[in-house]
């Protein structure tokens, strides 16, 4: 199993009880099959939600759909046009609160109520505090019963980044790390390929595809000549996940490569300059002692732009780097980016976890030993006594083949999941 599978803690197997006259179902089951709907939009509905929607009349299932791909129709207008005249008199069950606005589809909650749905059940409401509540309003207001909250903890989980740039203006980081038993990701001469098996690293590109953003350091790309890319051979077509079989079907989205070069010394040939998609390279304006004089700033730059990335200058940190928090802000708020996926060194890991950017840990650990010299997991500098350790919340461990696959959260983040 792998992680878009974890999040599915509502899913049953709802084909073992359609079409049986001698099952009651209950209204948690339609919502469950709505987020099971959802779910095969995992790698391709980005930056919107993954959505699902049920509509059930005579408790038989008359229409369902979900949200397949961006700019298309949503999950609400499939199953109306699957239902068809059915759809009159039904209840829908939706996991997110149907949309209000007009963009390049009409509202889904004025689709519901024209097509003469009784009732609406969502899981949750949307989390754009400008809209959050209006469909629902304009639900009631046109007659239809509505109920908000079934199973609302699983339909956060599966759009915890949509929900995280909605509410604080941030996308949610996960931080991917392999290391060995004893904690460490390279040998001090920077060899770490492989430390994990192949199962472990199929599974990382589960993570990638559904991430919006891989997010490096230069010197880790420069070290690896990193491609930060979904790799769809290695993404495989598994018969347990249908989101991987839409994502084969409906073309491999290949998430926007960054790259934090507050120098920029990313040279022109490198490899993830080549690769489909866009590589973002988040710098900033040559300032203070030591930096680079305009000319060779902008000469780099230059250079940069016509190997075919996009350079981005941000604000600086005290400690003259390009401040982490703002490139995250810039993410979410110019790029639509709803998941990173944090794959870097111990340095800008340690930063972005030591300044509480770090959303979730996924480290992969593989049953070898490495050594004192080799080089450690994150650099965590100032920690000099227990009483300022970084506490963690396991919150799954499983194998993958030899390996072991540890998901926590640092205890202190107050992500919106």
Request: glycine share 10%; charged share 20%.
């Amino acid at each position: 199993m792998s992680i878009e599978d974890t999040a599915g803690h509502a899913v049953i197997p709802f084909g073992s009880i359609e079409g049986r006259s001698d099952v009651t179902r209950q209204p948690e089951d339609y919502m469950a099959r709505a987020l099971h709907l959802a779910r095969r939009g995992l790698y391709t509905t980005d930056p919107n939600p993954r959505v699902g929607c049920v509509l059930v009349r005579g408790n038989q299932i008359v229409g369902e759909g979900w949200h397949e791909l961006t700019g298309e129709p949503h999950a609400e207008i499939h199953a109306l046009r699957a239902a068809g005249e059915a759809a009159r008199g039904a209840t829908a069950y939706v996991t997110l609160e149907p949309c209000s606005h007009y963009g390049r589809t009409g509202p889904c909650a004025k689709a519901l109520a024209e097509a003469g749905v009784d009732r609406v059940v969502a899981a949750m409401l949307d989390p754009n505090p400008q809209v959050s509540g209006r469909g629902i309003a304009m639900l009631e207001a046109a007659g239809v019963g509505t109920r908000v909250g079934m199973l609302e903890a699983d339909a956060r989980e599966l759009n915890v980044g949509f929900i995280s740039r909605m509410a604080r203006s941030l996308p949610y980081v996960r931080l991917k790390m392999a290391m060995s038993l004893d904690g460490r990701t390279a040998m001090a001469s920077g060899e770490s390929k492989w430390i994990t098996g192949e199962r472990s690293r199929r599974d990382v590109q589960h993570l990638r595809a559904r991430s919006s953003a891989i997010l490096s350091g230069v010197a880790s790309v420069i070290r690896d000549d990193s491609r930060l890319t979904v790799r769809p051979e290695q993404l495989g077509s598994r018969s347990d996940s249908q989101a991987v079989q839409v994502s084969h079907e409906r073309g491999v989205r290949q998430p926007l490569r960054v790259i934090v070069d507050s120098t920029l010394s990313l040279p022109p040939t490198a490899s993830c300059l080549t690769e489909p998609g866009r590589t973002l390279v988040a710098t900033i304006s040559p300032i203070g002692p030591g930096a680079l004089d305009n000319r060779d700033h902008f000469r780099r730059r230059e250079a940069l732009v016509a190997a075919g990335a996009e350079v981005v200058t941000l604000t600086s940190s005290p400690g003259g780097q390009v401040d982490l928090e703002a490139l995250l802000h810039y993410l979410a708020d110019v790029e639509q980016c709803n998941e990173v996926l944090l794959e870097s060194g111990s340095r800008l890991s340690g930063a972005m976890l030591d300044a509480g950017l770090v959303n979730e840990l996924v480290i992969y650990m593989a049953p070898i030993l490495m050594g004192d010299e080799a080089r450690g997991l994150l650099t965590l500098p100032g920690l000099q006594k227990l009483s300022q350790r970084r506490q963690l919340s396991i919150v799954d461990v499983r194998a993958f083949g030899p390996d072991w696959r540890i998901i926590a959260h640092p205890v202190n983040d107050q992500a919106s999941s």
